[in-house]
């Protein structure tokens, strides 16, 4: 199993009221696995995500990644953890503006001891050797989560989170993204979306909803989902 969260529970205090970000939340997620998981701004996503990357420790309930309880180990022992086993994709990239792409790809190797040949394999397999040179001001959005996405995979790792990928990708450059994220998991790789669109949906093997930090497992797109979103159904 790459994902065991159980009863987890995660609470916020904001203007002297106690918000429920994650409220009892139980997933499991075996190993190679696409994962998305749908909610509104606000419904608890990333409060999700940043708990199973490790980032932030719930008031209740244990988070189980490869076989880990991830909060039982030490700070340093938990940044080794992700440095190793965990990759991150966000909407707005957090590429160093001061480092260039093939700079910005080789940080996520540091945990592999690259000697440089993995971040120029990466380089090539984004297409950007080109541009290897360039600052992240210097790129168009595709090309920077084209970098953000090769600097999470150099490290070779079991899962990989992701923040709404999309969210700033015109059409062609989402598919890119996705058909990549989709041969990590054929490779053996897990990778959990989380969304408010549908793009994803069609690549992924499990499909959760978020909602006032309540999580239930959709399976499939069902007919009042597609009301929801304004989808048409899936067959």
């Not at 999470?152 to 700033?168: C, H, K, R």
Request: aromatic fraction near 6%.
């Amino acid at each position: 199993m790459m994902i065991s969260l159980r009863h987890v529970t995660r609470r916020f205090r904001a203007r002297g009221t106690t918000i429920t970000a994650l409220d009892n939340v139980s997933m499991d997620v075996e190993r190679g696995q696409f994962v998305t998981i749908h909610g509104a701004s606000g419904s608890g996503k990333s409060t999700l995500l940043l708990t199973l990357g490790g980032m932030l420790r719930p008031h209740e309930g244990t988070v189980g990644v490869a076989e880990t309880d991830l909060y039982q180990l030490s700070r340093g022992q938990l940044a080794r953890f992700r440095a190793q086993h965990i990759g991150f994709v966000f909407q707005m990239f957090h590429l160093l503006p001061y480092l260039d792409v093939r700079q910005n790809i080789r940080l996520g190797a540091v945990a592999r001891h690259d000697t440089g040949k993995r971040t120029d394999t990466w380089l090539e397999r984004v297409g950007l050797q080109q541009r290897s040179r360039h600052r992240p001001g210097q790129l168009s959005v595709g090309e920077c989560q084209r970098t953000a996405l090769a600097r999470a995979l150099v490290s070779q790792p079991d899962l990989i989170l992701a923040d709404e990928p999309t969210g700033n990708l015109d059409s062609e450059n989402t598919e890119e993204v996705l058909r990549m994220l989709s041969e990590f998991c054929q490779g053996g790789g897990t990778v959990v979306v989380v969304t408010h669109g549908s793009e994803a949906d069609e690549y992924a093997d499990r499909q959760y909803r978020l909602h006032n930090g309540k999580l239930r497992d959709r399976g499939m797109f069902s007919e009042s989902d597609d009301r929801e979103t304004g989808k048409s159904p899936r067959h």
